[in-house]
């Protein structure tokens, strides 16, 4: 069974840095497209930033300059790379992946920022 696992979550104060990675496993197929999305309690879930297959990348508007996706063909894994965390971006964050033909949802790593 296809799982998307994610890392990389904690608590961080203002203003620092987090890296979640985002990779499958059981599956020989390599991710073909991926985003990362957040939510809080209470309200939906929004994508923070999404890599196509051709590597366009997307980010929402809050996080541009500060977060930045990118995947590592090699080891099959997807990243966000987070700085500059401000006490709003704290939630839930999870992967989405496209992977051969279906679409896959991780478990969500929580991102705390918080003095």
């Known amino acids: 069974q296809v799982q998307l696992v994610e890392s990389g979550g904690g608590l961080v104060q203002p203003g620092g840095s987090l890296r979640l990675s985002c990779a499958p496993s059981?599956?020989?197929?390599?991710?073909?497209?991926a985003g990362w999305y957040r939510q809080a309690p209470g309200k939906e879930r929004e994508l923070v930033a999404s890599?196509?297959?051709?590597?366009?990348?997307n980010y929402e508007d809050s996080v541009k300059g500060r977060i930045t996706i990118s995947r590592h063909n090699d080891k099959n894994t997807v990243y966000l790379q987070m700085n500059g965390l401000k006490p709003e971006d704290t939630d839930v964050y999870y992967c989405?992946?496209?992977?051969?033909?279906?679409?896959?949802w991780g478990q969500g790593t929580q991102v705390t920022v918080s003095s």
């Open positions: 890599i196509t297959s051709d590597g366009t990348l």
């Open positions: 059981g599956t020989m197929f390599s991710i073909t497209a």
């Open positions: 989405h992946a496209l992977i051969h033909v279906r679409r896959y």
